[in-house]
């Protein structure tokens, strides 16, 4: 934009020129002529496609002519001469009115600059709003595992209190072998779990590593395990026209639009006649004498293909940009409605899985009551403990999935909710 900007910078132009003609007739007068000038101007282009130039100059002119003729006969020779000599101010205008002369003309590189300015911080913002909600799901993965081991940890610490009263009622002759073995079964099925859940903890920290954009080797340390849980009131309509209104990709394409529009409009001025007027005036120091000129230039183009044809580009691309403009609004609309689905279907699932859980926790503690006073083998402990495990996990990822989509909301619709 700078740079663009620079062209209404004024500018400072100093020159000298000479010339000078000499002609030798036989038997008639020799005719010589000399011409210097030199100035000073300081010249601005103006926002309207003219330009002003305003300046100090000196003009000389000087004629010779030689007769050895007069009156028809040999007579003694005259030497005829005329000098011209004027300095001062001086003030020049030129203005095309109708090829060049629109602002939006002069003004048509400064104008792309910030169009192409806005499009890029519109890209910018749009991939800030993607880095963010990559990132808080990578985050969010980590916590997961994390979790996830507490929970396979936890599993296994009650496995190994089965296992001990196992072997103690099997020793007492109160239970069989095969509660023994179903127990340690139970424990080496969660030691898989746990190594599993390990392996997963690793690749979502590789993952987060690569959204941050931290090396291999840098350590990732998750301090605080809470996954967040903001219940929300389901707003569709309200988050389609903050969408609409927020999303950098509309801001993108509608000055896409504007500059197309802008190129449409300069192509279509480069199709018409010229017509430029321009003038200068130049008072001489004494006030006396001066000089000026004026003059206008009238110019139209036969045929005139090559603008015309530009011109049609020009709509064409107007064209295409309002169809993208219509299209980007219907896949913003189908990305909010995507991720407001998946919510309403992660509020049921987290309502669903939290009852398991309560239900999976009664059932263990019912089933261990009976185990310890002998009505049942403990089966009905690994069974429970089993279902207890799968629910929380369940639990666990649809908490994630939740978080992880409230995360993507805001990057559709723009901002926070």
């Known amino acids: 934009i700078r740079e663009s900007k620079a062209k209404f910078h004024p500018s400072l132009e100093v020159g000298c020129a000479a010339k000078g003609t000499k002609i030798n007739h036989d038997f008639r007068a020799d005719e010589s002529t000399d011409s210097q000038n030199a100035q000073a101007l300081i010249r601005q282009e103006m926002p309207t496609g003219g330009r002003v130039g305003l300046g100090v100059g000196y003009q000389r002119d000087f004629s010779d002519l030689f007769n050895d003729v007069v009156g028809g006969g040999p ?13 001062g101010l001086g003030i020049e205008i030129s203005q095309p009115l109708l090829r060049g002369g629109r602002t939006y003309v002069a003004r048509r590189s400064i104008l792309d600059a910030e169009y192409d300015n806005e499009i890029s911080r519109a890209e910018l913002s749009a991939e800030i709003l993607h880095v963010t909600a990559d990132t808080k799901a990578a985050y969010y993965q980590v916590v997961r595992a994390l979790r996830q081991i507490e929970v396979i940890q936890a599993a296994l610490e009650r496995d190994q209190q089965l296992v001990d009263a196992s072997t103690a009622l099997y020793d007492a002759g109160r239970v069989s072998k095969v509660d023994v073995l179903s127990a340690d079964i139970s424990q080496a099925s969660n030691r898989a779990r746990l190594a599993s859940a390990r392996a997963d903890l690793e690749l979502a920290r590789n993952r987060l590593r690569q959204v941050i954009g931290l090396p291999i080797t840098v350590q990732v340390d998750v301090t605080d395990r809470t996954i967040p849980f903001r219940p929300i009131h389901i707003q569709l309509q309200r988050w389609i026209r903050l969408a609409l209104d927020r999303r950098p990709e509309m801001m993108k394409v509608q000055s896409q639009i504007e500059k197309a529009d802008l190129t449409l409009r300069v192509t279509k ?6 017509l430029d007027v321009q003038g200068a005036f130049q008072p001489g120091f004494d006030w006396a004498s001066y000089a000026w000129n004026a003059g206008v230039m009238f110019q139209i183009p036969l045929g005139n293909v090559g603008p015309r044809s ?28 995507e991720v407001e689905i998946r919510l309403r279907e992660n509020i049921e699932r987290i309502k669903m899985l939290t009852a398991q859980v309560e239900s999976a926790r009664s059932k263990g503690e019912i089933a261990r009551g009976r185990f310890e006073m002998g009505l049942a083998n403990n089966l009905d402990i690994t069974n429970a403990d089993e279902d207890l495990v799968r629910a929380e996990s369940q639990l666990l990822e649809a908490l994630v999935d939740y978080a992880t989509n409230i995360a993507q909301l805001e990057a559709r619709i723009g901002g926070p909710i």
Not at 75 to 87: D, F, P, R
Not at 269 to 274: Q, R
């Open 269 to 274: 001025n480069a199709a018409l006649p010229s």
């Open 310 to 337: 530009q011109v049609r580009q020009a709509e064409i691309q107007t064209h295409k940009m309002k169809r993208e403009l219509a299209q980007q609004r219907r896949l913003i609309d189908l990305e909010v409605r």
């Open 75 to 87: 007579a003694q020779g005259a030497n005829l001469q005329s000098k011209v000599e004027i300095a």
